[in-house]
């Protein structure tokens, strides 16, 4: 148990539909992330949240749109995605970014699979 | 700019000998280092992390990483490997300072044989 919780753990979505991907995290930290993980690619930073404020945003097309809207919840809104957005989407969160030294904690992901 | 290779992406041994995963970094600046775990169908656990204290690092699991910086490397050991770290691992690195992302390589499948 890592005190990050997703939901849906899967989900199936043609490309027309719109769908929203969900973190919680329990830990009282400030700062969330989501990871997109590909196979045989390396995690993909798509955006982080420090105190609820966007402070980055990996330039990941606007078919996806983040939102959060305090430091415990993240969502991921999704739609008209492409198959090629197929994946694992991790969310992360960790204390508030400082010097780089902070431990990230994962969920347990999403797998997303666009027909 | 900060980039992680993890050389060999399948590494195969047998129950009870010695894991040896590769992690080398490049960093312009001093780095922050970690190793990951995956196991099947779940997140990434933290193992270990390198922030400048020692430079062996102890992690869980029995696993232990050392820090070498003139061969800007971070390799991941255990003696004994058990069937249960049969997962998929990764090593990260953080700049630290204003950077704050995690650059992750592209990780190593361990498969541990009975």
């Known amino acids: 148990e890592t005190g990050v919780t997703q939901t849906p753990r899967h989900l199936v979505m043609g490309m027309t539909n719109k769908k929203s991907l969900k973190c919680e995290q329990h830990?009282?930290?400030?700062?969330m992330y989501w990871y997109k993980q590909s196979a045989k690619k390396p995690l993909e930073l798509m955006f982080v949240?420090?105190?609820?404020?966007?402070?980055e945003n990996n330039s990941v097309p606007s078919r996806f749109s983040p939102e959060c809207p305090n430091s415990s919840h993240l969502f991921l809104h999704l739609h008209t995605l492409q198959p090629e957005d197929s994946a694992l989407y991790l969310c992360?969160?960790?204390?508030?970014?400082?010097?780089?030294?902070?431990?990230?904690?994962f969920g347990p992901g999403t797998r997303l699979l666009v027909l | 700019a900060q980039s992680v290779t993890q050389l060999g992406s399948h590494v195969s041994v047998s129950e009870g000998a010695l894991v040896l995963l590769r992690c080398n970094y490049s960093?312009?600046?001093?780095?922050?280092l970690f190793w990951y775990v995956q196991y099947p169908n779940q997140g990434l656990q933290l193992l270990l992390k390198?922030?400048?204290?020692?430079?062996l690092v102890k992690g869980i699991n029995g696993f232990e990483a050392e820090f070498k910086k003139s061969e800007t490397s971070f390799h991941l050991t255990k003696p004994s490997a058990h069937m249960r770290d049969a997962a998929e691992y990764f090593c990260?690195?953080?700049?630290?300072?204003?950077?704050?992302?995690?650059?992750f390589g592209k990780g190593t499948l361990l498969t541990v044989n009975p």
């Open positions: 992360a969160s960790s204390q508030a970014p400082g010097g780089g030294q902070e431990t990230q904690y």
């Open positions: 830990l009282g930290h400030n700062a």
């Open positions: 949240y420090n105190f609820k404020e966007q402070t």
């Open positions: 960093s312009s600046v001093p780095p922050y």
């Open positions: 390198y922030t400048s204290a020692a430079t």
């Open positions: 990260a690195v953080n700049s630290g300072g204003s950077n704050y992302k995690l650059t």
